[in-house]
């Protein structure tokens, strides 16, 4: 039964997690609200917040959980991808912990983690299974063969879905972070008051960067004819672009599923909190006779828990980590 810390810091999340054989035991999150002055996560701020966090973080995972440091059998880190600084912060806590307790280091890939938090409660999809992936860095589909055998077999070639929020909230005034704010104003808006069009990519890749120059141009030319457009069409805008976010997100899941006769199908990712992507979700599964799945809320966003449980199978796997694991902001599966 090992136990294992974990400890996430790609971005703007410090956290901490506790996981005994596999059941999350503490799950610890400290956000940063320096960064909604700037419109965005400023790197350097980042890297300082997770200096200030990360002893109390893992304290406090370490309290809830009811356990303390010298009972780890192995620590986890978040290795990439993400902002190189924030990185640096946790892997370097990681290490250092891990040299001192004479234990093993786990390094973790993040948007694997996304994946694995499907497995965090139950009801879990069973291996094989398909994973939409769905963050504002990230947007891939995911063929899961087992906890150490991830496949994206669908990418993006250039924006992800989350970055298509967050620009649409941008464009149209709202506050960072925009996107949860696009999926609250949507709920009471009608998604096909506006169409945007969907782009034609071949395979299971997925585009972005059409739709937002489409919007940005759908925007500018009727605030030109009406200053007020935006304000008073505000919830349909919000549930039209949210409407073809969502489809191009569905159509090239369904053709996986078909691709890979595979019925099994979840989300994952920061995204795969939108309440429109999940109800879609649902529904295209009664359609297309899938078991569908998503994480809860918590563990949709960065979170520790997510981390480890990937290291648990790690450790399963006896698959750990030389002390000198240095991390990456990008890097490949």
Known sequence: MPLLLAIESSCDETAASVCRDGKILSN??????VHEAYGGVVPELAS??????????????LQVAGVT???LDAIAFTQAPGLIGALFVGAQ????????????????????????ANLIETPAPEFPFLCLTVSGGHTQIVLCHSPQHLEVIGETIDDAAGEAFDKTAKIIGLPYPGGPLIDKYGRSGNPRRFRFPEPQIPGLDFSFSGLKTAILYFIQENTKNDPG??????????????????SILMNKLKKASLETGIREVCLAGGV????????????????????????APEYCTDNAAMIALTAYYKYLAQQFSPLDTVPTARANW
């Open 272 to 295: 795969s909190a939108n309440s429109a992507l999940r109800n879609t979700l649902s529904e295209t599964g009664k359609q297309m006779g899938w078991n569908t799945y998503y994480p």
């Open 28 to 33: 610890i999150i400290a956000s940063q609200k």
């Open 93 to 116: 806590f990681a290490r250092s912990m891990a040299l001192a307790l004479n234990i093993p280091l786990i390094a973790v890939h993040h948007m694997q983690a996304h994946v694995m």
């Open 229 to 246: 457009f935006v304000e008073s069409n505000l919830a349909d805008i919000c549930a039209s672009v949210q409407e073809r976010i969502v």
């Open 48 to 61: 300082r917040a997770h200096m200030q966090h990360i002893v109390p973080v893992v304290d406090q995972a």
């Open 69 to 71: 440091a010298k009972e």
